[in-house]
Structures are given as C-alpha cells and as structure tokens.
C-alpha cells in the first residue's frame, strides 16, 4: 500500500495545505469512515457539519476547515483532487508482463512494447496494437483492428473486425465494440433479409466504456464515440450513432441508429432516443425520457415524448391529482346539469 505525507500530497495535487506536512496518510476513505492516517474531501460545503464527527487526518475541501483537527488541502475543485489521489492509492491489477503463453497472438498482429497479455487472449491477423497494452484473460480482437497506446481490454472484451480505438482507451467486462448493428430489409414474402453491416466502429482517444455495453458497426460508414466520451454500463449504440466529446451515458440507455449527440450532452439512466435525431451541444436528458425528436443546446429535457423539464415537473405534479380533479370535474357538471335542468322552470317563474 502506498504512503504519502500530506505534504507530499500537497505537491502532487498542486493543494494549499493547512495542517502538519509530516503527517502520513495511508489511504482514502469517506468522511463518514475515515479514520486516522486516512485523508477524505468535502466537495459541498452544505455537509461541513459532518466533518466535526469525522476521524480523518486530513480532508480535501474549497476552503480551510474550522472545528476539527484534521489538516486540510485546500483545493478549487475537490471531488477532482480527491478522485487523484484515489489514484495514488490504488493500482488495479493487471496480468503480468509479456505474452502469456496460452494467448493466441496471429502471426501478422503487431503488438507494441511493454505489453501485458493474460491467459486465452486472442488478437487476429493484421490487427495494430499500441504500447503498453493490457489485455486481460479471454479478450478478442478481431482482425485488422487498429489500437493505440495505453489500451486495456478487461476480460471477455470482444473488439470486432476494422475496428479504430484511439489511445487511453479502457473497455471493461463483457464490452463488444463493432458488433453488427441491427439492420433487417422485409422481402416479399414477409420474411427479414440481414443487411450486412460493413461499415466500422471508431473510438476515439481517452473513451472509457463499462461493462456489458454494445457500440454498434455501421451498416455503411462508420459508428463514432469522440474523445473523452464516458459510457455506463448495460448501454446499447445503435449504428451510425455519434456519441459527442466528453458525453455521460449512464447505465440502460438505448441510443437507435443514426443519433448524434454532440460535445457535453448527458443522458442519464434510461434514457432512450429514436433514430435520426440530434441531441445539441450541453443537453440534457433526464432518466426514464424517451427522446423522439432533436434537442436544442443546454436544454433540459424530461418524460416521454420528453419536453422541457420545467413543464414535465408540473405535468407530473398535476398527475397526482388528476383523480381529485376528474372528480372536481364530474361534480361540476353534475351541478351544471341541476342548473340547466331548472332553467325552463326559472324562464317560467
């Protein structure tokens, strides 16, 4: 396990420290669990009471911290330095370095220096892939693929054939990228003809996708996810979809062929879009909406048909009423009709 001082610390993370720089910080924990030798961070100030009960020897924060003895690292962005430091702790395993002897390397696949290639792997003829690879036991790689560096394929990754993935790209569990998308011509008779699916999927640089996700091939032309892009798992890419720089895509979401989201969109956890649409710049789309027609920039869009979330909040706020207001309704008309009833008999009077 590594072991910083907190001033130390304070170098690497670039940190204002307010407190001992000898003292040893031996990990990262929660506000809630750390205990001493351990440093945890506040990124809301609304939750600074918690820190008076906490145990941490230090804590990441915006601004010095008052009633607690631990030392704080004075951050403009805490949750980011904290996430750093995470990493300073923690080294995820990886096979061993070098080709294991039971992966399945073709004779025409170049594999850059500094590999680590676990059991079962398997990478196809004329496949490219970068430096300082790591593919973990049962990965595939289909042939002719182009990989960069700093590639990590966790197990039973499946890479399909052309595909292109930039560098520091990470695929964890069960991932498949370029898989055929789903494209099926009815004939005559009434019977689905497959459309083969030739065009590519390409990744661009610093994607990470997570486990049990499908980035789809093209039919014809290419599938794009754009640098930085970050997908949840349990998420589908349809064919032909573009996935913006820097997008969240959380778990279930459903993207139809031909979608474009462009720079900064959010889709949160089941969300879903018909195909042919664009999601603008900044948008976002809140979980359970079904997106049928284009997003404009930085809006906020919920339900389904989603629409503005101002008007999907009091929709929703107004359908839990709707049964006292059907019988509000009912009961004026009942009146209505009485008023009606009588007023032949009020004419006459």
Request: with cysteine.
């Amino acid at each position: 396990m590594s072991s910083f001082t907190l001033g130390q610390l304070a170098e690497r993370l670039a940190c204002e420290l307010v407190g001992d720089p000898a003292t040893q910080i031996t990990g990262v924990s929660t506000i809630e669990k750390a205990g001493p030798g351990e440093i945890t961070f506040l990124a809301n100030m609304k939750y600074a009471p918690k820190v008076a009960s906490s145990r941490a020897s230090a804590i990441i924060a915006a601004e010095p911290l008052k009633g607690t003895p631990a030392a704080t690292l004075v951050s403009s962005n805490p949750y980011y330095d904290f996430a750093r430091a995470l990493a300073l702790y923690y080294e995820p395993p990886k096979p061993s370095s070098g080709i294991h002897a039971t992966a399945s390397i073709a004779s025409t696949a170049q594999i850059g220096p500094n590999p680590s290639i676990g059991p079962y792997v398997v990478v196809g003829e004329n496949t490219t892939v970068g430096a300082k690879a790591v593919l973990h036991a049962h990965a595939v790689i289909y042939e002719g693929c182009r990989i960069g560096d700093d590639f990590t394929a966790h197990s039973h990754v499946s890479v399909r054939e052309f595909t292109r993935i930039g560098n520091r790209v990470t695929l964890h569990n069960g991932v498949v990228v370029g898989g055929d998308g789903f494209g099926f011509a009815k004939t005559g008779d009434g019977r689905q003809y497959k459309i083969v699916q030739t065009g590519i999927t390409v990744i661009e640089d610093d994607v990470e996708i997570q486990t049990l996700t499908s980035v789809d091939r093209a039919t014809i032309g290419e599938t794009r996810v754009r640098r930085g892009a970050k997908i949840d798992s349990l998420v589908q890419i349809g064919h032909a979809c573009v996935v913006g720089e820097d997008n969240i895509i959380c778990g279930q979401t459903g993207l139809a062929g031909s979608t474009i989201l462009e720079e900064n969109v959010i889709m949160a956890g089941q969300t879903g879009s018909a195909g042919h649409l664009t999601i603008h710049k900044g948008a976002v789309v809140w979980a359970q909406s079904g997106v049928g027609h284009d997003v404009p920039a930085g809006a906020i869009v919920s339900g389904s048909p989603a629409f503005d979330s101002r008007e999907w909040l009091r929709a929703s706020a107004a359908y839990t009423r709707l049964p006292e207001l059907v019988r509000t309704i009912r009961a004026l008309e009942r009146r209505v009709a009485e008023l009606e009833a009588r007023l032949p008999e009020a004419r006459h009077d």
